[in-house]
């Protein structure tokens, strides 16, 4: 079970995107995340007239390091470390640091 999800907002805490908010599009096995509009890169691409593709130039978001991003907390409107606690029912759930429950 991993603590940041895909489709989790994420606030990148660390990096040239210092500050930023995403929504999490993948998250890869290296421990990596791709992150909506966040560590864009430029992208060459050439035309394919068969696809009807033009060339030029496009962004391309990047993966980024879990470690330089926090799931942010509506409540306190800020991002914070996520850990575990087994509810009453015997499931486990993810909760904020604060205690306050991230899958609502």
Known sequence: MN?????????????KDKGRRGTV?????N???????????????????????????????MPIDVSNVLVFNPKSKQGERVGFRVAEDGSKVRVFKSGEVVDI
């Open 31 to 61: 421990g990596r995340v791709l992150v909506e509009g966040v560590n864009l890169a430029k992208k060459h691409i050439k035309p394919n007239p068969n696809v009807g593709e033009q060339g030029g130039i496009k962004d391309k978001a």
């Open 3 to 15: 603590k940041i999800r895909k489709g989790d907002e994420v606030i990148v805490k660390t990096g």
């Open 25 to 29: 599009l993948q998250v890869f096995d």
